[in-house]
Nanobody, 126 residues
Framework: QVQVMESGGGLVQAGGSLRLSCTVS????????MGWFRQAPGKGREGVSC????????YLADSVKGRFTIYRNNAKNTVHLQMNSVKPEDTAMYYC???????????????????WGKGTQVTVSS
């Protein structure tokens, strides 16, 4: 049984930092590209960042470039999203997802992802 579990969300002031973590079990983690997505109340899902199975390739949405970083540890089956200089518009539920995609690529399209966590809430106060 595949399990995807996010942690690290919370309340942070604008300009501050937060690190989200995602732990995956039940699959061969190194064979999966990983992604972070978010959804704010009343808005659609947004792809925030993704990382290839090997970790060599990463993509960031324009809205978070220069502020967020994604990285993974295949030995620990974890992927992290480091969020710096957060803004009130970063407030959302953040989801971690896995897709069986090897090679030097990943995707910011949520429809490409097979396994999802239940999310962790991030709230940025102004």
């Amino acid at each position: 049984q595949v399990q995807v579990m996010e942690s690290g969300g919370g309340l942070v002031q604008a300009g501050g930092s937060l690190r989200l973590s995602c732990t995956v079990s039940g699959l061969t983690f190194a064979d999966y590209a990983m992604g972070w997505f978010r959804q704010a109340p009343g808005k659609g899902r947004e792809g925030v960042s993704c990382i290839s199975a090997s970790g060599q390739v990463t993509y960031l949405a324009d809205s978070v470039k220069g502020r967020f970083t994604i990285y993974r540890n295949n030995a620990k089956n974890t992927v992290h999203l480091q969020m710096n200089s957060v803004k009130p518009e970063d407030t959302a539920m953040y989801y971690c997802a896995a897709t069986p995609l090897t090679g030097a690529s990943c995707s910011l399209d949520g429809d490409d992802f097979e396994y999802w966590g239940k999310g962790t809430q991030v709230t940025v106060s102004s």
